[in-house]
């Protein structure tokens, strides 16, 4: 039997990481998906000590990153809103008119998604304004990053690995990735990888019923925008 040794190199990177952190990092995934929970609920899905979850939320309600409501449950807090606007500023509004643009372009909804783990989360989502029925996709909604176009796209940016999916070999050759069936049962998506100004990885999507788009003049579509939010954000024409 053989068994997979360590290297320095992954023994260093595991070492590197704080415990404590990715368990506060882990009640703020939880809560961000809106639903109020307790530190009693939120320390049973952690699977951690309610002393320890305890501890946790309030450091963050310190910081106005989480609030609590009279009944004692905690949501996420404006301190949240308040570190996100300083750290992307005018990108996201630059974000939701390229993919307001894409989206009536394309008759699809556009999503802008960023990794975070295994997930693809989205950041910023558009409907199109003419159109009389489209999908609706609320920020802040997760797709695994191995199976839903918005996540592979995100994959391709990696280097190349053994294990990558055909998809994500794919898409680097092509540029997008083409998915039915995922992130939603009777949806297709259409994803390309961005590297944002400052180096930062996304995917872009588009997300359209079953058999309603033309898949290349979308891929088309998604390149230019693309390269709409790749560009600097003084060459931006929008």
């Known amino acids: 039997m053989s068994s997979k040794k360590s290297t320095p190199d992954s ?3 595991r070492g590197v990481r704080s415990q404590t952190l990715e368990r506060a990092l882990d009640t ?4 961000a998906d809106g639903r109020q929970r307790t530190s009693r609920e939120l320390a049973e899905e952690l699977e951690l000590h309610r002393s320890i979850v305890y ?3 309030r450091t963050f309600e310190d910081y106005s990153l989480v609030a609590r409501s009279p009944d004692g449950r905690f949501r996420i807090g404006l301190g949240m809103t308040a570190l996100a606007k300083s750290g992307i500023g005018d990108l996201e509004i630059a974000i939701a008119d390229v993919l307001q643009e894409l989206s009536n372009v394309t008759s699809a909804t ?3 998604c960023a990794q975070q783990r295994d997930d693809a989360v989205v950041l910023s989502s558009a409907r199109p304004t003419q159109s009389p029925a489209s999908v609706a996709i609320r920020v802040g909604s997760r797709f695994p990053v191995g199976t839903s176009a ?3 796209a995100l994959l391709s940016l990696q280097p190349p690995n053994s294990d990558d ?5 794919l898409a680097r050759q092509t540029g997008y990735v083409h998915t039915k069936g995922t ?3 009777g949806l297709e998506a259409v994803a390309s990888a961005v590297r944002m100004p400052g180096g930062q990885g996304a995917s872009i999507s588009l997300l359209f019923p079953l058999g309603n788009g033309d898949v290349p003049l979308m891929a088309n579509e998604l390149r230019t925008y693309s390269e709409r939010l790749t560009s600097p954000s ?3 024409q929008l």
């Not at 703020?28 to 809560?31: A, E, N």
């Not at 999916?165 to 070999?169: F, G, K, N, P, T």
């Open 183 to 185: 992130p939603f049962i």
């Open 28 to 31: 703020l995934q939880l809560l």
């Open 165 to 169: 999916a055909d998809e994500v070999a």
């Open 55 to 57: 501890r946790i939320l």
């Open 150 to 152: 918005p996540g592979l």
């Open 11 to 13: 023994n260093l990177s």
């Open 234 to 236: 003084d060459a931006w």
């Open 110 to 112: 556009a999503v802008f």
